[in-house]
């Protein structure tokens, strides 16, 4: 093996060596089973993501341009923050993983229940609001 300072102990070079710690290789199920979940918030975002562009090309007939644009804007600052933060938590889990630590609170679940909660409350004012 080599004995590099840029090499761990399990073999890791580089980038993925400094990112993941040492600790000890988990098995390859609960790795993919990470990955997959990581690929889950992707998607997530990105269908958020979708949502806010299709307010913004599609609902003008049915929103005012501010009510518009507050509710595509939210949408697409929800998909942004939860696509950063899956890279943040699939890393976060996996250095759990390989040192046998607890694993970290999840943060996207919560932020992501408030901000469509934030959204539809968006959508409930306008429809109360046109209803007036």
Known sequence: MDSSPSTNENGRR???ARLLRGGSEPDPRFTLANERTFLAWIRTS???MAGGIAVEAFTTDIFVPEMRATLAVLLLLLAMIIASVACFRWLNVERA????TPLPLPFLAPLLAIGGAVAAAVVIVFVLLRLS
């Open 14 to 16: 580089g980038l993925a």
């Open 97 to 100: 993983m390989r040192h046998g």
């Open 46 to 48: 990105l269908a958020l």
